[in-house]
């Protein structure tokens, strides 16, 4: 069986999607429980992973092939950039984004992914109606984010998806085990004026930076 990661030859080409078909991608998708596990559910929808760490990359992969799951594939890529320059323009339904790396000390804020340069690419990639689900443990950084969202007029507040047992991600599992509390919300897209990206320009102090992150 062909493996399930998506190697990119051209960094500035848009990848290609069968575009007859929905696409559902999930930010950071670590090993890969959730998206694998919906994968399963829905065959008539391809399946996207981005996560920039090589080792869950493979597991992602290993998981496909072992369960011989054929509609989804995971990027090793930083997600603005992906969001930015090689999504297809308003064609996925859902963007999940479960416990992204909080950047806890106000000095590493500039890191956090969502900001308004992943919202302006965000609604770009978004099929209109499309939803971003989006859950977290870190209360701070959920305020803020529902903050950016509702000074956003291309995106409304809609009640997040329930969050069962079997919907549960490796770090959210983590996290209920320790009884930490859990925030969850949703947007949908709305048919607003369209907008061209301009060229993506991320000031030095918010480069992407892997490392260990800690939860203070
Ligand atoms: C805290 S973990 C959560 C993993 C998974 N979503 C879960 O809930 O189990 C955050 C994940 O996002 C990945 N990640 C963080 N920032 C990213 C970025 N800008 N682009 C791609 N992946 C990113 C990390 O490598 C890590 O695997």
Redo the contacts with the bound molecule.
């Keep these: 069986m062909e493996d399930h990661i998506i190697r990119v030859k051209d960094p500035c080409k848009p990848l290609e999607f069968d575009l007859s078909r929905p696409l559902e991608v999930e ?4 090993k890969g ?1 959730f998206l694998t596990s919906r994968a399963k559910l829905n065959p008539d929808c391809d399946f996207l992973g ?4 090589l080792e ?1 990359v493979r597991l992602f992969d290993g998981k496909c092939r072992r369960e011989s799951i054929d509609n989804a594939k995971v990027l090793r ?4 950039y992906t969001f930015h320059y090689l999504l297809p323009l308003h064609h996925i339904r859902t963007v999940y984004v ?4 909080p950047w806890p000390k106000k000095k590493h804020h500039s890191h956090r ?1 969502f900001g308004p340069l992943f919202r302006t690419a965000l609604w770009k990639r978004l099929e209109k109606g499309g939803k971003i689900e989006f859950a977290t443990d870190h209360r701070e950084y959920f305020e803020e984010v529902v903050e950016g969202f509702a000074s956003d007029t291309r995106f409304e507040a809609i009640e997040p998806m329930p969050r069962p047992k079997e919907v549960w ?4 599992t983590m996290f209920r085990e320790q009884g930490l509390p859990i925030y969850s919300a949703a947007w949908r897209a709305l048919d607003v004026e369209e907008y061209e990206l301009e060229p993506l320009r991320i000031p030095p102090e918010a480069e ?1 930076r892997e490392g260990i992150v800690r939860r203070t």
Aim: hydrophobic content about 40%; charged content about 35%.
């Design positions: 930010v950071g998708c670590g429980r981005i996560e920039r760490m869950r890529l930083e997600a603005l479960f416990f992204p790396d992914l991600t490796e770090f959210e992407p």
